[in-house]
């Protein structure tokens, strides 16, 4: 595979500097924010540009591939600098070797935030993830508590958020969503007393209604930027149990079940997008009647491949860009292959 790389001078630059201006109305160069851009291709397709954090005189340089058109420039909090994120269109009449992008950056607030678990024990290691909508933009941060369950002065500001509070997987507590309002009237303090996770249970049979033994299964969900992800397998009779993050009464959180077996079993991969609120009920569940795929696999001398990987995907129950993985198999040591995929009778 060999590409070549255009030239600089046929590249679009886009260069200038960020700046901020206070309530004072001061303006002041901002060192440290990540700066980066988007676009569209000829071809009709989202771009993106090079990245880069601004200097300490708040210059930036990036780079967009040839021909792209609906230039926006994109700047958010760097590894130094606190920032709402903002989207800056670029029209043609501007001159993009010299942008000069001038920030509203209102006061900042110190926050405070204590979690503990259902028992009231401090808990450490816990990410909290805040997202939310300021006067200036929207705004995320994001921390990890101490071993005493605490973040301290953790700057924000002003506005209305999401607190994502994201414990361990391994531990009891669960993952929870919170609304507020930040800063906090007489600047209180921000107390999290986690819930619980609860158990999802039940038995996985296979289409003729025997016990689906030592099967897979994978639970995972999206909690703020975090993908949360839990598993367990069955027993010889088919059982399983696992604790996982719970819903609320009015609002689930959205489940992605798999459950697979390895290459050389001839049971069928099966998926099920499932709601959870506050309680579970017992989750049994029949595979399908398998069909397989025969094949085989040579190779480059012309001989079969032995223990290699074949998997094969599908559109249908997604996208052309994130194919679902519905069948995986083994070749032996000929370099053949049977591959159960779910039956299209079912």
Do not use: C, W
């Amino acid at each position: 595979l060999n590409i070549d790389y255009p030239e600089t001078s046929e590249l679009i630059t886009v260069q200038g500097s960020i700046k901020a201006q206070g309530d004072d109305e001061a303006i002041t160069a901002i060192a440290g924010a990540l700066v980066k851009g988007s676009g569209i291709s000829p071809g009709g397709r989202e771009v993106q540009s090079t990245l880069m954090e601004t200097d300490e005189n708040g210059f930036f340089s990036i780079l967009f591939p040839v021909g792209t058109t609906d230039l926006e420039l994109h700047t958010e909090s760097g590894t130094t600098t606190m920032l709402p994120e903002k989207v800056v269109p670029l029209s043609t009449e501007l001159d993009l070797s010299a942008l000069e992008i001038v920030l509203d950056l209102p006061e900042q607030h110190a926050v405070n935030i204590h979690v503990s678990d259902a028992q009231g024990v401090a808990s450490s290691d816990v990410g909290i993830l805040l997202a939310g909508e300021t006067a200036a933009g929207l705004f995320k941060t994001s921390a990890t508590t101490d071993a005493d369950g605490k973040i301290t002065n953790l700057n924000v500001f002003a506005g209305s958020y999401k607190l994502y509070a994201m414990p361990p997987i391994s531990y009891d507590s669960a993952a929870q969503i919170f609304e507020i309002e930040l800063p906090i009237e007489n600047g209180a303090d921000i107390n999290i007393a986690l819930e619980t996770k609860i158990k999802l249970s039940g038995k996985i049979l296979t289409h003729d209604g025997n016990p689906a033994d030592n099967a897979s299964i994978k639970l995972k969900h999206t909690i703020g930027d975090a993908v949360r992800q839990f598993n367990t397998n069955t027993d010889a009779l088919g059982d399983y149990e696992v604790m996982i993050d719970p819903g609320s009464a009015e609002t689930p959180l959205h489940y992605d079940l798999t459950v697979q077996f390895n290459a050389t079993s001839d049971l069928p991969f099966y998926r099920k997008l499932m709601n959870i609120y506050h309680q579970s009920t017992p989750l049994h569940i029949t595979l399908y009647t398998p069909s397989f795929m025969h094949g085989h696999i040579d190779a480059p001398n012309q001989e079969g491949l032995a223990e290699s990987v074949v998997s094969i995907y599908s559109t249908e129950f997604s996208d052309a860009d994130h194919p679902l993985l519905i069948g995986i198999a083994l070749t032996d040591e000929n370099g053949d292959f049977v591959l159960p995929i779910p039956s299209t009778k079912n």
